[in-house]
């Protein structure tokens, strides 16, 4: 043992003798200490659910996304409301009625859009048409152009039924236009039931009815919404997205055949930190659980566990603190600090309370076992934390904050959990009878295997030759850079989200380029275009239809074709009329099923025969049923037929005409406009990534938008990694050496650390585990880790006599038990995270549970076969 070791050993063994013997007064300063902890965490602790936070925003591609983002200010943060309706007119319905009632709202919402919709679509959409398909249109209405004269001529209950007797008279299975009787006896079916209950959906059979005429069934509608975003919130927008599920419920949509759901960037970030925050929690709740059972099965004494369980607390507090007024915040990474502090911040008192068990169990007194204790372990302690608080801080000077914070808070912790195990543990276990004998632990009958020591150059033989095929296996280590593939799979937002993706009605992968005028970006638009691996690249002048002359000129060969606008007022029809024209299409029904020889149609007009007997029995139905029949039949069907109207009379469109709505999310108020580029490759193949992004700025540097942003924070993370593993190797390695003044015990303790790292590389490789922007956590945990247990054991080595003597009893002293029993906890706390449904906290969790497994194999197996090949080696001056 070093002059530093033993001059740091008696230090903290005057020390721990002086708590020992305050028990009370340095248990009341202590709960003092975490009151006042507890109280700044509650005042002055908040939350970041934005990942955009996670990093520096100076980095370039954060600057340019914040510019575009406050020129636009209508684009960022919104919530996307997928609305998905039987036909394009029903969700287009329901989507501007949401709009309409998002608007009225005000507080907490800014504004709503639905692309698509609205008056200036409904009176231009169909130049927005290829002409082929109107082409299509226009043969379709021509062919239904014999049905809709006569609905316009009578739009009635008597006139639909009349329409339909005279189809089903002449036994065909269509009637003009294409449609099927069958599909239209089961609407009608529907609409009489709806009208007994006085309940009318008048979207459906109109639906059914005109679905040839344009519509082309069930269709999504979108609306984006801008929320009030008050950053005090838990979570900001999520009272925007309370209030929109509100809204539905008690409009109802369901019951129309619509089905809504919220996802978008706002979205998926207030659902995900929600998840996150909640899942954090319950698995700090497991981790607690899961490590008083084993401080049981390890220490066997109440007095022992309580008091470890009481520093671990006190130490939480404490960093909670800190945290609160160092940072004041809590983000999507740091969150979990919790569980990491508590499976490593206890590690310090398995030591501490292991020796001096053991201590008390050879016979030697309290007090002198917990100064022996001080002595023994202390050094190595101290070395510990510092070590792993080295790994943590290494991610301090880092832009990837999210880290960078976490390694702030989490370094920091480990030197208030070491303080806690060094005063609060000693304290607590000094109350009341200390003399008292403790009970041998069933951690004493623990067997470690010696054969590593027994067969030393073959443990080392058979580790090179496991280094050298995890060298080859570490460059197939892949990074996931996709933030959605971290995200919980069940969640609302990420299912809508991934099925929007998977039917590619939208590509959320752009890049965004702001350029000085609409000029400007047509020219840029113009170059995208060339691009090898862009899709697509449109500006707001994108949105003016192309080929006007010729789609208008279709157009008002149609408007002439069913006499636009004709109908006029509607015949006059009573409720005896409709009754009639009911009783008259069920003996018409009656003689189709006689006559048919469809099977199918037959029972169908069966059943509709038997339904509109019902709904005539008796007195027959009265006015307020007959008007709900009315509803459901004809209000639909006569909306459609002026909408098509308006539609038909569409004018030439020009750029000034454009929705104001549309205008001012791609003009900025000086007048810059934005680029929106698409890409024509997948870009979860990371090469094709890059080659989008590294194409689109060779015409634009300053492009910006989801890929830019995607590929440059994997880049800036991995620099992360490599920047923070590169300080924290450098500084553990000249810390262990600064207190041990030898190379080799420092490269007995470092060595085990590298293998056990690339053997975690590689196997994550084998198994398919890819890294996301979570995991980079891990690294400066493992070196933590790896160099707690390393140093614990090569200190007791050093204890002993440094050569083949002091190996032989290793693996039988409390130490080697404590870190097996360390390492017991650490798994058990990182384990609760591998369950969580949010992949990259489960993700997390596996990668840190194999880890330890793997550096626990490492310290326990391949240290002391180097220790003992050591042993062998002349003593070092």
Not at 553 to 575: N, T
Not at 709 to 717: C, D, F, N, Q, W
């Amino acid at each position: 043992m070093t002059s530093i070791e033993e001059s740091v050993g008696r230090a903290i063994a005057r020390w721990v003798r002086l708590v020992a013997g305050r028990p009370r007064s340095t248990l009341l300063w202590a709960g003092a200490f975490t009151l006042f902890a507890l109280t700044v965490s509650v005042l002055r602790l908040g939350v970041v659910s934005d990942t955009d936070e996670l990093f520096d925003p100076t980095l370039r591609f954060r600057a340019l996304r914040i510019e575009v983002e406050e020129a636009l200010p209508l684009r960022a943060d919104t919530i996307l409301v997928v609305v998905d309706g039987p036909s394009t007119l029903s969700a287009g319905d329901a989507a501007l009625d949401l709009v309409e009632r998002i608007s009225a709202e005000g507080d907490p919402f800014v504004a709503a859009f639905a692309p698509g919709v609205g008056g200036f679509f409904e009176q231009n959409g169909l130049l927005y048409l290829e002409p082929s398909d109107l082409d299509d249109l226009a043969d379709e209405l021509a062919r239904a152009q014999p049905f809709l004269a006569e609905l316009r001529r009578d739009p009635s209950v008597r006139g639909v039924f009349g329409q339909l007797e005279r189809a089903t008279r002449h036994l065909g299975e269509e009637i003009e236009g294409g449609l099927d009787l069958a599909s239209v006896f089961e609407g009608i079916r529907a609409a009489l039931r709806d009208a007994a209950e006085l309940e009318p959906h008048p979207d459906a059979f109109s639906d059914l009815v005109l679905s040839g005429a344009g519509d082309d069934g069930r269709t999504r509608r979108f609306v984006i919404v801008k929320p009030v975003l008050d950053h005090g919130d838990f979570v900001p927008g999520g009272a925007a997205v309370d209030r929109l599920r509100e809204i539905f419920e008690a409009v109802d949509y369901a019951g129309r055949g619509i089905e809504m759901a919220i996802t978008g960037d706002l979205a998926l970030k207030a659902e995900e930190f929600s998840i996150v925050e909640g899942q954090a929690r319950l698995a700090g709740l497991a981790s607690f659980i899961m490590v008083f059972a084993i401080l049981w099965l390890a220490l066997g004494s109440w007095r022992l566990i309580f008091g470890a369980i009481g520093a671990l607390l006190m130490g939480l507090s404490w960093t909670t603190g800190f945290a609160a007024l160092a940072i004041g915040h809590m983000n999507l990474i740091s969150v979990t600090f919790i569980v990491l502090f508590i499976g490593l911040g206890i590690d310090f008192a398995i030591h501490f309370t292991m020796r001096y068990q053991e201590l008390r169990l050879a016979g030697t007194a309290h007090l002198e076992s917990l100064e022996e204790t001080a002595r023994g372990v202390g050094g190595s302690l101290v070395l510990c934390a510092v070590t792993t608080a080295i790994g943590f801080y290494a991610f301090v000077p880092t832009p990837y904050l999210g880290v960078a914070e976490l390694g702030l808070i989490s370094g920091t912790g480990m030197l208030f959990s070491l303080f806690a195990s060094l005063t609060v543990l000693p304290a607590a276990i000094s109350l009341g009878d200390s003399e008292a004998p403790l009970r041998t632990p069933t951690s004493r009958g623990l067997s470690l295997p010696t054969w590593s020591i027994e067969r030393p150059r073959l443990v080392v033989t058979l580790a090179g030759l496991i280094a050298l095929a995890a060298a080859f296996l570490l460059p197939g280590i892949r990074f996931d850079a996709n933030p959605l593939n971290v995200r919980d799979p069940a969640s609302e937002s990420v299912q809508a989200f991934q099925e929007l993706v998977a039917d590619e009605v939208v590509n959320p992968w752009s890049i965004d380029v702001l350029a000085p005028d609409l000029a400007a970006a047509q020219a840029i638009a113009e170059q995208a275009k060339s691009l090898e691996s862009v899709e697509e690249a449109r500006t707001l002048a994108s949105f003016i239809p192309v080929d006007q002359e010729e789609k208008l000129f279709i157009l008002e060969d149609l408007a002439f074709l069913l006499d636009v606008p004709a109908g006029g007022e509607p015949a006059p029809a009573v409720l005896a009329d409709n009754v009639i024209a009911l009783r008259s299409f069920r003996r018409a029904l009656l003689a189709l099923k006689a006559n048919s020889e469809d099977p199918t149609l037959d029972a169908v007009a069966g059943r509709l025969a038997a339904d509109i007997e019902a709904f005539v029995a008796g007195a027959g139905p009265d006015e307020a049923m007959m008007r709900a029949l009315h509803v459901a039949l004809v209000e639909g069907i006569v909306d459609r037929l002026r909408r098509l109207d308006r539609a038909l009379m569409a004018e030439r469109v020009e750029l000034a005409d454009l929705p104001v709505s549309l205008h001012d999310r791609m003009i900025t108020a000086e007048g810059a406009a934005l680029v929106e580029i698409y890409p024509k490759r997948d870009l979860n193949d990371e090469r094709a990534l890059a080659e989008f992004v590294a194409e689109v700025r060779g015409i634009a540097s300053d492009a910006t938008g989801s890929s830019v942003y995607m590929l440059e924070a994997s880049r800036t993370i991995m620099a992360s990694l490599k920047q923070a593993l590169a300080t924290a190797l450098v500084l553990v390695g000249i810390v262990v050496l600064l207190l041990w003044r030898s190379p080799r015990y420092t490269s007995l303790v470092l060595v085990p650390l590298l293998l056990a790292a690339a053997v975690t590389g590689a196997i994550s490789v084998l198994s398919g585990l890819s890294v996301n922007f979570a995991d980079v956590i891990v690294v400066p945990l493992l070196l933590g880790i790896g160099v707690d247990s390393g140093i614990h054991l090569v200190h007791r080595y050093r204890d002993g006599n440094g050569d083949r003597r002091g190996t032989e009893g290793l693996l039988s002293t409390s130490t080697s038990r404590a870190i097996f029993w360390s390492a017991l906890t650490t798994i058990s706390s990182f384990g609760s995270l591998g369950f969580a449904t949010h992949l990259g906290m489960a993700s997390l969790g596996q990668l840190l549970c194999l880890g330890v497994v793997v550096m626990l194999a490492a310290n326990l197996i391949f240290l002391p076969a180097l220790l003992v090949l050591a042993g062998k080696q002349p003593p070092e001056n």
